[in-house]
């Protein structure tokens, strides 16, 4: 059994954004040799979230919208008495659930035609860390 | 180490559906001969999801009705500017993280009593698959 | 190539309830042996989840606040017919997709600064059980 682990930065140049970073991933996979196996990507953040869905820029467009509405930024939160004023950065990378897995299948990431890794970060402007851990032979 | 991967295919008859596929994705465990490890189940789509909850015919029209008020079906998403008309559904699976890993003690998924596994149709009345993915020993 | 399972038992004093178990989990990582690899934990559960987020007072009450407004208690739903009056527990726990996956580096939880493990209990006072299962080497 092999397990290997790589981290990927990101600073995004916005407050939120999402990051196709399927070829990223993809990359990892390659250079761990795993032919067979599971490929863990999760950031080491509390304010961004890993997905898989369509690179489709107008579905993009329409996820960004619909996470505001659902966890909207405002200033009422009780996480925002300590200084902060990202509390809608936690709900959406909850509602996002933070991390993914992704399956291995002859040492190639076993994804469907349209599916995409994202990153989406909802507090940035600053340096962020995804770990990459793959297990698998 | 064991890896064991199989695919599950769905043509559900209607556009949205709850599928319990929990007998499917033990006899893929009993295939698979592993007797500890994790099983990976995930649509390989984009408007369907895994998700672990209750076998009970009203809590899953509940989750039905929850779903489509957090994530309505409507025609204004930017999504459907390239001609499509689900955007809803790529939220709803979403919303229900579209993946699960599930737990394998003694030969057997080790879910708790009233954990049951169901495939989420959003955009259903196709052809569309399921990888299950196992790794351990 | 290594597996450890054991189990972690709640009884929370009230019915909704965020139980802050990073210590817990990394017991059990240590007693595993397992210096680099993958731990899951779940409830066996279909009215709790298990997240990763801040430790923070505020934002604990805002996580709550937000989950009740997004699947709140109410009567009116088919689950409660059963004579069930839980429905929106198993909501909330699909918000947060009941399970997470985290990474071991080095014989240690591989997570961010901020990063902590929560178990969310939204139908407690009664024993329930947690799975940890970890794969590695």
Known sequence: MKTFTDYLWFNTAREREMVHI???????VKASG????????????ITAAIYVNDH?????????????????????????QTG???ADA?????????????PITKGRL????WQRVFY???????RK????KILGV
Not at 129 to 132: A, F, G, L, Y
């Open 90 to 102: 936690h709900l959406k990378a909850l509602l996002l659930h933070h991390e993914t897995t992704l």
């Open 34 to 45: 795993v032919e067979d196996g599971l490929c863990f990507v999760s950031p080491m953040h």
């Open 22 to 28: 399927t070829p990223q991933v993809e990359a990892i």
């Open 84 to 86: 902060e004023d990202n």
């Open 110 to 113: 076993d994804l469907g035609t």
């Open 56 to 80: 489709e820029g107008g579905l993009i467009e329409d996820i960004g919208e619909w996470l505001e509405k659902l966890a909207p930024a405002r200033p009422e939160y009780r996480h925002h």
């Open 120 to 126: 989406a970060e909802f507090d940035g402007r600053r």
């Open 129 to 132: 860390r995804v770990i990459v």
